[in-house]
């Protein structure tokens, strides 16, 4: 079974220059994660899709960063315009609901994007 | 509010002796909780999870974690170190039944000949 796709792997880009990352879930997995890991620290979510609904964003800075996910599967991560402060590790993670309610379902991760902005 | 606490930011042992990585929770409600593991350039492998069933959990690789309530710790532990345990291991509480996972900072692993 694949896992969760991303790309580009790496990105260098220059301050105020715009940047999108690419997600592609595991098959059948209805929802959708970004993250964002800075050096040294442990991932935080940015949004989470169910299905084409994006859910949570709460941790999204909306000035710069959008997100979308078309026919509830694939999903782009945008950066316009990036900044310094943005550079970091940008990992998309899927899962499938069990059940409603019950316990937290399991996140797999795909390898990440490296963002470095210059 | 859900927290999570890595103890050690680093930990070194050698290969063949036994492996404790701590962490610390706190969850206003009945929390699952995480262990998952980063090798460098790679993606973030779960290592196993609790859901309120057996305390003692065990996972791939050898790897067995201890749920304690009165603790409100989830250590995770193996009997023998390998070199390819070498990763940073990341610590993770989410409230049941919601799908926002609350990350620790990470402990570095580090396995010596």
């Known amino acids: 079974e694949a896992g969760v796709v991303q790309s580009p792997r790496y990105k260098i880009i220059e301050k105020k220059q715009p940047v999108a990352f690419w997600c592609n879930p595991i098959?059948?997995?209805?929802?959708l994660y970004w993250y964002r890991q800075n050096l040294g620290q442990g991932p935080e979510l940015l949004i989470r899709?169910?299905?084409?609904?994006?859910?949570?964003d709460s941790q999204l800075p909306k000035d710069r960063f959008s997100a979308e996910r078309l026919k509830g599967v694939d999903s782009t991560l945008k950066i316009q315009p990036a900044e310094l402060g943005d550079s970091a590790v940008y990992l998309c993670?899927?899962?499938?609901?069990?059940?409603?309610?019950?316990?937290?379902?399991?996140?797999?991760f795909g390898p990440g994007t490296r963002l470095t902005v210059l | 509010a859900q927290s999570v606490t890595q103890l050690d930011s680093h930990v070194s042992v050698s290969e063949g002796t036994p492996v404790l990585l701590r962490c610390n929770y706190s969850?206003?409600?009945?929390?699952?909780l995480f262990w998952y593991v980063q090798h460098p350039n790679k993606g973030l492998q779960l290592l196993l999870k609790?859901?309120?069933?057996?305390?003692l959990v065990k996972g791939i690789n050898g790897f067995e974690a201890e749920f304690k309530k009165s603790e409100t710790s989830f250590h995770l532990t193996k009997p023998s170190a390998h070199m390819s345990d070498a990763a940073e291991y990341f610590c993770?509480?989410?409230?049941?039944?919601?799908?926002?996972?609350?990350f620790g900072a990470g402990t570095r692993l580090a396995v010596h000949p």
């Open positions: 969850s206003s409600y009945s929390p699952s």
């Open positions: 993770v509480v989410s409230v049941r039944g919601y799908n926002k996972l609350i």
């Open positions: 899709y169910e299905n084409e609904e994006a859910v949570d």
């Open positions: 098959s059948g997995h209805n929802t």
């Open positions: 993670a899927s899962s499938i609901r069990i059940l409603a309610g019950g316990p937290t379902d399991t996140q797999y």
């Open positions: 609790y859901t309120s069933a057996a305390t």
